[in-house]
């Protein structure tokens, strides 16, 4: 098997790694890589419904989507990630043990008290350090998972933030789960240190062959972080539809949106509320057709739009946090 230590902290081209490995790579492939921060969504996830978009821009977090399907998880540099590429599956279905125990070996070796909770989580002590996920491409399958060694609490609580009252959609949602990092049972280690023990008890009981990626392997990869996992059509543009509700006060009045948002793009709009409307109210509803439903489209959309022309004390900043 060949044995990756990918140094790159670049989220979408991690990403775009992975699957150019799944759809290239002549032989099996481990592959072993860190993130900064970003959050990753599920292949069928409404993206704008995982996450606080407030608090990510804010912070600078990326949000990248993934081939594989389940739930979104949060990245950091406290966060190490592995990747499988099996060649030569049969059908069969999904098989996330096959691909854990290698790596639960390698931490009970450390001293870790671990176990495959039976469906796609690792666990100490009954809480989630792991989850796993799986694509299965003809006869190919690319398996990958997080290990919390020592991320960012907050940062993890922040930005994924669901609101089920606020989307109903055809998706589906992160569930929440009680996390522990592995630093809490390997206290003498930073999280390079982990990593390169986890690499090396890997290169050996797998066994492999340690070669890392290529200049030119690099360069086509990049080429894919180009055109998929930097472009925004298929990080926030694949969400499935969903219709967006929140009912808000501001100093303009009481506000109901409703939103028909597809393809990451507002279709439809109803603007309801005890504001004073000085023009047809539909003609605001109209503005916000075609426009991506994210803050910095909505701001740029709204920005000549003289909104108090429309409703009586309207303020475009007001506004805009209606529709988020």
């Not at 043990?97 to 002590?125: K, Q, S, Y």
């Not at 994924?160 to 959609?169: E, N, S, V």
């Amino acid at each position: 098997m060949r044995c990756i230590l990918n140094p790159h902290t670049r989220p979408p081209f991690n990403l775009a790694a992975e699957e150019w490995l799944l759809r290239n790579s002549p032989e099996q492939v481990f592959m072993l890589w860190r993130n900064a921060p970003a959050v990753i969504v599920g292949r069928h996830q409404n993206t704008v419904a995982e996450i606080d978009q407030d608090f990510v821009r804010e912070r600078g977090i990326a949000v990248i989507r993934r081939i594989t399907g389940g739930g979104a998880v949060f990245h950091d540099l406290g966060n190490v990630n592995f990747s499988f590429v099996h060649l030569g599956h049969s059908a069969g279905g999904l098989d996330f043990a096959r691909f854990t125990v290698p790596v639960l070996e390698a931490l009970r070796a450390m001293g870790v008290p671990c176990e495959f909770d039976g469906r796609n989580d690792l666990l100490a002590d009954g809480r989630k350090f792991s989850g796993n996920a799986q694509h299965i491409e003809r006869d190919r399958v690319l398996h990958h998972g997080t290990l919390l060694f020592d991320a960012s609490l907050a940062d993890l609580t922040g930005a994924l933030r669901p609101d089920p009252l606020k989307f109903q959609a055809k998706a589906v949602k992160s569930v929440p789960a009680r996390v522990g990092m592995l630093k809490e049972y390997l206290p003498h280690m930073d999280v390079e240190e982990f990593m390169g023990l986890l690499f090396a008890h890997l290169l050996r009981t797998l066994p492999g062959t340690r070669r890392d990626l290529s200049g030119e392997e690099e360069e086509a990869i990049a080429e894919l972080t180009r055109t998929r996992y930097e472009n925004r059509e298929w990080n926030f543009g694949a969400s499935p539809p969903y219709g967006f509700a929140r009912r808000t006060r501001i100093p303009a009045g009481v506000f109901d949106i409703r939103l028909d948002v597809q393809r990451g793009v507002v279709h439809a709009a109803c603007i309801r509320g005890d504001f004073f409307a000085l023009r047809p109210i539909e003609e605001l509803e109209a503005l916000l057709r075609g426009c991506p439903h994210e803050g910095a489209a909505l701001a740029a959309r709204l920005e000549s739009a003289e909104l108090d022309g429309y409703v009586r004390q309207l303020e475009t900043e007001d506004f805009i946090s209606c529709l988020l």
